[in-house]
């Protein structure tokens, strides 16, 4: 697994890359997490409101252009559908040569299924969403939640603990402590990414985690927070996106 990471998700094009890893020092124990999003309806063309907000799929090999980022696809998904390792190999035939993470925005995705992803991108880590309705069909637990992502142990190198899923709802930290304390305990060697409402204003809501946890190494991402709106619907405001990459840098620290 690669090192932890602060990331920022709906970038649209490589000058915004640039400017934010102007911002990581070189030195840093954290890289920048390049978040761009994809759907199944954005993949194959389907009509969508999240088309004017995702970047065009064969603009993205130029937005992870640097070795040096967390060049991260989130593909979303939230119905089951048949032939998710085919969807997924065209998602990541656009991705270009720098990829470096998978991250899946859905609902316990087939396992098998992402054997077979694994299996031809072997280099490449794959980022399980633990997101509101997948704690629920879950049974609401924590211990719910560590028996389903043992189904993927040795497939996912990550899981992220988000119910917010890109809205900007702060995160419950004590909620999130619980699950990360199973996922700590049931699968050591697995990253643990948070999320829910981080922006420049709200990284305080990690104080809670930081305590619980003074020696694990976590990455953390932001989307919905980056912007005045909240709505990810709307272009980030780079300079909330710059403020929160400072604070979260210094706080990380």
Not at 34 to 47: E, F, K, Y
Not at 132 to 138: E, H
């Amino acid at each position: 697994m690669t090192k932890p990471y602060i990331g920022i998700t709906d970038f649209t094009d490589f000058d915004q890359v640039q400017a934010m890893q102007r911002i990581v020092p070189p030195d840093s124990d954290y890289l920048l997490h390049v978040g761009v999003m994809m759907s199944h309806r954005t993949l194959h063309g389907l009509p969508t409101e999240w088309a004017k907000a995702f970047p065009a799929k064969e603009t993205i090999a130029s937005i992870f252009a640097s070795p040096d980022t967390y060049n991260c696809l989130h593909y979303a998904d939230y119905k089951s559908r048949p032939g998710l390792a085919d969807s997924l190999a065209t998602a990541l035939s656009y991705v270009g040569k720098n990829i470096t993470g998978l991250q899946l925005d859905m609902t316990w995705p087939d396992p098998g299924e992402l054997l077979l992803v694994q299996e031809q991108f072997p280099e490449m880590e794959i980022i399980l969403q633990v997101g509101k309705q997948a704690l629920l069909d879950a049974e609401s637990s924590p211990a719910g939640m560590a028996a389903r992502i043992k189904e993927y142990e040795g497939i996912i190198s990550r899981v992220l603990l988000d119910q917010s899923v890109g809205k900007g709802v702060p995160m419950d930290a004590q909620l999130l402590i619980a699950l990360a304390k199973t996922v700590q305990d049931s699968f050591p060697d697995m990253g643990i990414v948070f999320a829910g409402g981080l922006g420049p204003a709200s990284i305080h809501l990690l104080e809670p985690i930081r305590q619980a946890f003074p020696d694990l190494r976590f990455s953390i991402d932001a989307q919905g927070r980056l912007r005045a709106s909240g709505s990810a619907l709307d272009p980030i405001d780079w300079e909330l996106a710059r403020l929160y990459l400072q604070r979260a840098l210094a706080f990380l620290a």
